[in-house]
């Protein structure tokens, strides 16, 4: 049970302690080290505006801060032990996991080793860079570290996952078995803890390669075990360290990724080698290199939205689904973004000095031209003496670019994958896109639809990504049908000479539905001619359709519908065999449809 909640006066005096401990906690890393000075919260309330709960003292990667709840560190009876605390604090910000993107790539690869129990890689984490930390400053800065754990110890039965951390931090440092009050161990327990001590050693400057073979050594206790949560409750000081942060680099596997899920048994390096240089996993187990389904997993590959959100999850970061998704196709577009098609036109503004003419109180003072002015009278009076430069235009050399906007449709219906779970090649080429427009300087208006009435908008054309994308990763999965309400509203009104759009559609067969008529009883085929007129930039439709969609008859007239549209209207039709030959297609569009480069759009085009 907790001690009482001391006087504010105990508190107070805590809290000169230990901001006083701070210069000793740092130099026990290097007298070079330096930190912004730690957030000492002396009540609940203030620990957790800092979004500190469950645990006494936390750390945030984004900032690099230390925060400790003075409240709890006293409850604990810890508060002589400041320099030790502020210490291990630090060292996960000097050593491990030292940055955001560590951090993110060590539960990646615990993630591997955890299978049934993948939300426990931040615990795993947290005692691994634990024992990274406190094994440098119980040996090299000679802290108490052993105390603090002893001052931690339980008087109710430990579980597994706290017996086998004991034990190893008893080994590391030479000390009596039991001496930290971990629990009895078995003969079992004992082989890990040993092999656990080594990995720590071993891996100590390679850490991040050693992530995964600590988890699998942990994945047997993590199973069975029910009664450490609170004590780890209690040492959680990276589970949120990646709040508020943003994370790169998460949305292809890292090579050696799956490879490093081992247990420590199977490792070489930990385990010994036999007569032939090998030390073989058990007689039908999977190789450690392989896949759960026997195949192997090529370097790079791209992981599923739902489990690039479980990462990010596990660092620290509160987001829901969709959030998850936007971040995860704008990272997935950002090698593919490309500048979006342009237009040529014959005049740019070359200046032309004209001549002057006055300068007055009112007018900018830049545009002053004091060369011109003392030349026309030495004698400088505001508004009677001063002159400004006039200038004009001339033809220039080079021709000036104009950036078309994009009105894209993106299909949303049942027929289409839910891009906030698995991967939609819909919504990362309209991502590539989009992006792609707004890198030049062009508006865009997205559009996500199903049918007439599961629709969402952008408000008109924009430039903020967020927006956007956000509109691209929502998912319907109801029927098919093509907006026309949004095609005809959003030309209705505009003129030939406003800025040009080109009009991309991404879908299926169903594209044909937009030919169809409105609520209203407005032909589509007239409207769909209007908006070809009106945006003055030309359409697309890029749609998943079999190679001999040309030849095929009575499929709903889909495909006639299409062929008409191409034939008579001018409408552009890209066939794709494959959704995911849709991220090619981003890439090359502009470049093919609008730049200098070759006009062929290779296989697929139709």
């Known amino acids: 049970m907790k001690s009482p909640v001391p006087q504010p006066a105990v508190m107070s005096d805590l809290r000169e302690r230990w901001s006083a401990a701070w210069a000793d906690a740092l130099d026990a890393w290097s007298r070079y080290t330096r930190l912004r000075s730690p957030v000492l919260c002396v009540t609940a309330g203030e620990a957790r505006a800092e979004g500190l709960t469950d645990s006494f003292a936390m750390i945030r990667l984004q900032d690099q801060s230390v925060v400790v ?96 951390y004991m034990r190893i931090c008893e080994i590391l440092w030479s000390l009596q078995r039991g001496s930290l009050h971990g629990g009895r161990t078995d003969d079992r327990m004992e082989g890990d803890a040993f092999l656990g001590t080594r990995l720590i050693r071993s891996y100590a400057l390679d850490w991040l390669d050693g992530a995964g073979r600590f988890a699998a050594l942990l994945l047997p206790y993590l199973l069975e075990d029910q009664l450490s949560s609170r004590l780890l409750d209690a040492l959680a000081d990276t589970r949120n360290a990646a709040a508020g942060g943003e994370l ?108 002057i003419e006055p300068w007055d109180i009112g007018d900018p003072f830049d545009e002053l031209d004091w060369l011109q002015t003392i030349l026309h009278s030495p004698r400088i009076v505001p508004g009677a003496t001063t002159v400004k430069r006039v200038w004009g235009t001339t033809e220039g050399k080079l021709p000036r670019r104009r950036p078309f906007d994009l009105d894209l449709y993106v299909d949303s219906s049942g027929s289409m994958v839910n891009p906030q779970h698995l991967v939609s090649y819909p919504a990362l080429a309209g991502a590539i896109l989009c992006l792609s427009a707004l890198r030049t300087g062009a508006r865009v208006k997205a559009t ?82 209007v908006a070809l007129r009106n945006g003055g930039g030309g359409g697309t439709l890029v749609l998943n359709m079999p190679s001999d969609w040309e030849r095929l008859k009575g499929y709903d007239d889909a495909f006639q519908t299409i062929r008409r549209a191409r034939d008579e209207q001018g409408w552009e039709v890209f066939r794709v065999a494959e959704w995911d030959d849709l991220v090619d297609f981003a890439r090359r569009f502009s470049r093919v449809r609008y730049g200098d480069g070759d006009k062929d759009m290779g296989d697929g085009h139709d």
């Open 69 to 164: 709840n003075l409240q709890e560190v006293a409850a604990l009876g810890l508060g002589d032990f400041a320099v030790e605390v502020l210490a291990h604090e630090i060292g996960h910000h000097v050593l491990a996991p030292a940055s955001l993107s560590e951090h993110a790539r060590m539960i990646a690869r615990m993630r591997w080793a955890l299978p049934t129990v993948e939300q426990h890689a931040s615990l795993a984490a947290n005692l691994y860079t634990d024992l990274l930390v406190n094994d440098r400053l119980q040996r090299s800065a000679e802290l108490r570290l052993a105390d603090v754990y002893r001052t931690l110890r339980t008087k109710r039965d430990a579980g597994a996952v706290w017996t086998i």
């Open 248 to 355: 790169s680099g998460l949305t292809e596997e890292e090579e050696g990724e799956r490879d490093g899920a081992i247990h420590p048994a199977y490792d070489p390096d930990l385990a010994g080698c036999g007569e032939e240089g090998e030390t073989e996993p058990p007689p039908g187990d999977a190789e450690p290199n392989e896949a759960g389904d026997g195949t192997q997993p090529s370097p790079g590959q791209a992981r599923q939205p739902f489990e690039y959100g479980e990462i990010l999850r596990c660092a620290g970061l509160d987001l829901s689904d969709h959030e998850v998704a936007v971040r995860y196709y704008r990272e997935r577009a950002r090698p593919h973004l490309v500048p979006f098609p342009s237009r040529r036109i014959p005049e740019s503004a070359d200046p032309l000095p004209e001549g």
């Open 448 to 529: 996500l639809w199903s049918d007439k009435r599961q629709v969402t908008s952008t408000a008109g054309f924009i430039r903020d990504e967020d927006k956007i994308l956000r509109v691209l990763t929502g998912y319907y999965g109801g029927g098919t049908a093509f907006p026309l309400h949004v095609l005809r509203d959003t030309y209705a009104v505009r003129k030939r000479h406003d800025r040009p759009v080109h009009i991309l559609v991404i879908s299926d067969d169903g594209a044909s539905t937009m030919f169809d008529t409105d609520e209203k009883g407005n032909n589509g085929w007239d409207l769909a001619a």
